[in-house]
């Protein structure tokens, strides 16, 4: 082979492999907008009046989710099924939301950790690796942890629509997370780094269930719930 024919091999190959890259970004940018609209959806529950429609927006969510289920499997129809890796970086991002949307869905519904299991089964994907298109265990932990400042968030906006016990109940969840994340030897610096931000989530909502504690709002409300 002349060195001509050579560099035109070569071409071809990159050419081929830019087609992938292209097709993948196609598909990617459809699974973001879907990813949004989710969001929109479950952003709506922080509005005082939110809290009484939680499970209708969680049920609006879920039915995205089939949707979601859709596009990703039209995903894993771009590029070979054993370069998982290769070309992770182009759905890492998208990947993470949705695992936070997933867990955030799971959280509201019965204020429990989704597994990664959980996870996978309502994105249509598997766990593992050897049977293709996976959720990482990195982007599963990814996820969860950004459902953490979404639920920092959820504390403070419960105060404002009157439901004094969530804030404490987030609280002793997060507290459990914390704990959680404190027992794994984290290598992954992206992931490591979001981790960091973990210890301002819990310190967001401490303060939040002191202030009701030094007002007596949260034993009011619960002694109103008592009656």
């Known amino acids: 082979m002349s060195v001509t024919e050579m560099f035109s091999y070569i071409q ?6 830019q087609d992938i890259r292209e097709d993948i970004r196609k598909v990617v940018q459809v699974l973001e907008q879907t990813a949004r609209e989710i969001l929109t959806v479950l952003q709506s529950v922080h509005q005082p009046s939110g809290f009484k429609d939680i499970p209708s927006k969680c049920l609006r969510a879920r039915e995205l989710f089939c949707t979601v289920r859709t596009q990703i499997g039209e995903l894993k129809t771009k590029f070979p099924v054993e370069q998982y890796y290769r070309f992770h970086e182009h759905w890492r991002f998208v990947l993470q939301r949705l695992a936070f949307l997933a867990a955030f869905v799971v959280y509201l ?3 429990s950790l989704v597994t990664r299991e959980e996870v996978a089964k309502i994105l249509g994907i598997e766990i593992d690796r050897e049977k293709g298109f996976h959720l990482d265990v990195e982007d599963y932990l990814a996820g969860v942890l950004i459902m953490a400042s979404e639920l920092s968030r959820l504390a ?28 794994l030897n984290l290598k992954n610096d992206p992931l490591r780094k979001r981790y960091d931000g973990l210890k301002y989530d819990v310190k967001k909502i401490e303060e939040v269930v002191y202030d ?6 949260a034993k009011e409300q619960e002694a109103g719930g008592d009656k």
């Open 12 to 17: 071809g190959f990159l050419s081929a492999d």
């Open 212 to 217: 009701l504690s030094i007002r007596g709002l």
């Open 156 to 183: 403070v906006n419960s105060v404002t629509a009157g439901d004094y016990s969530r804030p404490l109940r987030i609280s002793n969840f997060i507290n459990e997370l914390d704990s959680g994340f404190r027992l």
């Open 109 to 111: 519904e019965s204020e």
